[in-house]
């Protein structure tokens, strides 16, 4: 039990982390050619208050995947024989029995993020860009360009279809997880999951979708 | 049968029933025709026929748990169609009735899965791994000497309730069959969560939830992910504020209780 509290926590954390995230990548759609993206992603990569974020966040990933391969090994092993027979659409959702499998595709996107996104802006590899007379690094045209590729729209698109299912069940679920119901709030917290989960990924797939259709 | 509705027509129906020797030899499913069944039979007294059929071949009779035959002892067990007890919510296997299948239908019927309920035999678990559960903590110490006037403590009523409700928990063992985890929270919280709101089981509560919890680790039950599956298919309606009951009372006893590792 005290393992789930450690997913519970991270994930709940790593939902915040989400919404900051979000934020932050709407001034891509400032009209100035990138230059408020830039400032920004040039803050994100050099000030001392984000970069040891970054290391509590890199962290909350790592707790939250290993207890997640723990837990899903665990429950495995708990039923060796499985049914003949079972009819789970009866008694639960389809995202609450499959938290791991989205999870999953929520980390090979990640992998894929980081790759094309964050190592090259974090220790280097992009075009110059001069903004106010100052040289800074072009990541907004890495992101235009990437967003060209129809695969690679889609693979974002996709990933965020699995997150939000993975948050629809996740943050009500963490919430309960700490025992965090009543039920003057539990209704309050399943419908702002809900809102949530819906909001945030829709606001993240939209990023590509627009590069793509309207850039 | 008495006040048995002359309507009804008998079904013929094919069932497909786990057999197993014992604890130490493989499975497997086995079908069976079954003829002439009532709609008003109850799932159980199907079998029964079915029994008495295999007897007369000289065969062997299935195996499986039953006591009370109504709905309160919590023996039944049986999945059947890949549900717990069965397609009908809030039943026991014995309060299942045949009307609720079709003539013509296949049933499967499967014994508990979880590697804390090895099979015994047949649709038979060894449910033990429960009782073990019980006896890390789930009683209190009382002291002998003069009774105490009942009316003496007083409890309200809502708090009496929730502590009535989390207290019918037959021990079945449908909300681990049920679970995709074979978690065993939903049992062990009716159990914590019924003691703990009563003022007599509040003086053990904080070591109680920590074994009976340790207890349920090393009996091999999954975690919860609160699919919510054990609540939906448990045939007393145990809810799931018992489970986030549970973790309160566990969370506040690791920070504050005395015993250390
Ligand atoms: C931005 C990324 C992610 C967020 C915001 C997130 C959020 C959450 C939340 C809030 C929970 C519920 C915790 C609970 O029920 O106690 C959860 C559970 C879980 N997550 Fe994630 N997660 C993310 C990524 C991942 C990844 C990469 C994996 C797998 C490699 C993963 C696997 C799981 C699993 C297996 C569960 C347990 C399901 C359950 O107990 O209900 N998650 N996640
Ligand atoms: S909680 Fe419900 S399903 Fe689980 S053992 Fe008790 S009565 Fe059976
Ligand atoms: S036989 Fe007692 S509850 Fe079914």
Not at chain 2, 76 to 83: D, P, V, Y
Request: glycine residues 8%.
């Amino acid at each position: 039990m005290g393992r789930k509290i450690i997913m519970s926590i991270t994930g709940l954390f790593l939902c915040s982390f989400l919404v900051v995230h979000l934020i932050g990548n709407l001034q891509l759609f400032n009209d100035d050619g990138g230059a408020a993206f830039n400032l920004y992603s040039y803050f994100m990569a050099n000030n001392i208050v984000i970069r040891i974020m970054e290391i509590v966040l890199l962290l909350g990933f790592l707790f939250h995947i290993y207890d997640a391969i723990v837990l899903v090994r665990k429950n495995k092993a708990a039923r060796p024989i499985q049914y003949a027979e079972v009819r789970p659409q009866e008694n639960s959702t389809w995202s609450s029995r499959n938290m791991g499998l989205l999870g999953t595709v929520i980390l090979v996107f990640l992998i894929i993020h980081l790759w094309n996104f964050f190592v090259p802006a974090r220790f280097g590899g992009l075009e110059g860009v001069v903004i106010e007379g100052a040289e800074y690094e072009n990541l907004y045209i890495r992101v235009v360009e990437s967003f060209q590729i129809w695969w690679y729209v889609l693979i974002y698109v996709l990933a965020m279809v699995a997150l939000a299912y993975h948050l629809i069940h996740g943050f009500q679920s963490g919430f309960q997880t700490l025992g965090l119901d009543h039920k003057k709030y539990t209704p309050f917290i399943q419908m702002f999951g809900y809102a949530f989960s819906v909001i945030v990924c829709l606001g993240f797939a939209i990023i590509p979708l627009y590069f793509f259709f309207l850039y | 049968m008495a006040g048995s509705n002359p309507n009804a027509k008998p079904m013929n129906l094919t069932l497909k029933v786990w057999r197993q020797k014992n604890r130490d030899t493989a499975g497997q499913l086995v079908s069976y025709p079954v003829k002439n069944v009532s709609p008003d039979m109850s799932f159980l007294e199907m079998l029964d026929v079915l029994n008495d059929d295999l007897e007369i071949r000289n065969e062997e009779p299935i195996a499986f748990d039953h006591d009370c035959r109504e709905g309160i002892c919590g023996a039944c067990s049986l999945f059947i169609n890949g549900r717990a007890h069965g397609p009908e919510r809030g039943t026991t296997t014995c309060q299942l009735h045949m009307r609720h299948f079709k003539d013509g239908d296949t049933i499967t019927i499967e014994p508990w899965r979880a590697a804390a309920f090895p099979v015994h035999k047949d649709l038979v678990v060894d449910r033990s791994a429960f009782d073990r559960i019980q006896q890390a903590g789930g009683y209190i110490s009382v002291n002998t000497g003069g009774v105490p006037d009942a009316n003496e403590i007083p409890i309200p009523k809502t708090v009496a309730d929730k502590a009535f409700d989390a207290a019918t928990c037959i021990q079945c063992g449908a909300c681990v069959a049920a679970c995709k985890n074979a978690s065993a929270m939903l049992f062990v919280s009716a159990k914590v969560s019924q003691l703990a709101l009563l003022p007599q089981g509040k003086t053990e509560r904080k070591t109680r939830v920590e074994n009976m919890v340790a207890q349920m680790d090393i009996e091999g039950f999954g975690a919860c992910t609160n699919t919510g599956a054990c609540a939906a298919e448990c045939p007393v309606g145990i809810s799931l504020e018992n489970i986030n009951k549970l973790r309160r009372e566990f969370i506040v006893a690791k920070a504050t209780s005395e015993n250390v590792a």
